[in-house]
């Protein structure tokens, strides 16, 4: 909770000194991510697994070329197994639905076009999460498949911390509207899972989900598409203004 305050906190003092100075944008974008894990993955082929993000962005501009930034992401995470049995084998994959907020650092240069980059951290809460897994048995003189999929919510921490880097381009479409396009990579810092090992559990439990499913990091990488309000008010005008008031006056 103390962490899931301080990353509030920090999104609520952006958003007022943004209001405050109305120098902020906002947007939205969504995209396509490959995730899988890292760590302790023995007897075990993994592979990325394919899913989605979406989120909602708020920017604070401090210099021309220097931007706070704040999210909040709905994302899927997981990854894909495989293993080989002796009479068989078992694979299926982890499905993981995430609300993030990240608070990036985030550089950019170029005139019209922006060129930026961007690093930070993020603040995840385990919004589901679903295994499926098939068995697959020619122990027997048929070939046999066993569903034990099941809800693995309680298998993995309820928070995850991480960091964040990323690169994009800015393209103007109006005055104020800007379309980007950008990829980041998210690198998971705490463990993700919360239960290493089956001990006690059910032999299903036990033998036919990844029993070296330990100490393990979430990692990411997404391609984004979207656009960006710019509300800050247009200071060239006011300074045409106060040129042809000073040239009548003269």
């Known amino acids: 909770m103390k962490k899931i305050s301080f990353f509030i906190i920090i999104l609520l003092l952006i958003l007022c000194n943004s209001l405050f100075a109305q120098n902020f944008s906002i947007g939205i974008k969504d995209g396509i991510n490959w995730s899988t894990i890292n760590g302790n993955t023995e007897n075990l082929e993994i592979s990325k697994l394919q899913g989605g993000n979406f989120g ?19 994302e899927d995470k997981g990854v894909k197994f495989n293993s080989v049995l002796c009479g068989g084998g078992y694979y299926g994959k982890y499905e993981l639905k995430y609300f993030t907020i990240p608070l990036l650092a985030n550089f950019e240069f170029g005139k019209s076009v922006k060129y930026y980059g961007y690093l930070g951290f993020y603040l995840s809460l385990l919004a589901s999460a679903d295994n499926q897994t098939i068995v697959t048995s020619t122990a027997s003189p048929e070939f046999k498949r066993y569903d034990y999929s099941h809800d693995a919510k309680d298998e993995f921490k309820k928070n995850e911390m991480g960091a964040i880097v990323g690169v994009g381009i800015k393209i103007p479409l109006c005055d104020r509207v800007k379309f980007f396009i950008e ?4 690198i998971g810092l705490c463990n993700s899972a919360d239960i290493t090992e089956y001990n006690g559990g059910s032999y299903e439990r036990s033998i036919f989900t990844p029993d070296n499913f330990q100490n393990v990091y979430n990692r990411s990488i997404s391609i984004n598409l979207g656009i960006i309000y710019n509300f800050k008010k247009r200071q060239t005008s006011n300074i045409k203004r106060q040129t042809n008031i000073n040239t009548q006056t003269l």
């Open 56 to 74: 909602l962005i708020l920017n604070y501009k401090i210099t021309s070329y220097f931007s706070l930034q704040t999210e909040i992401n709905i």
């Open 183 to 186: 990829t980041r990579y998210n």
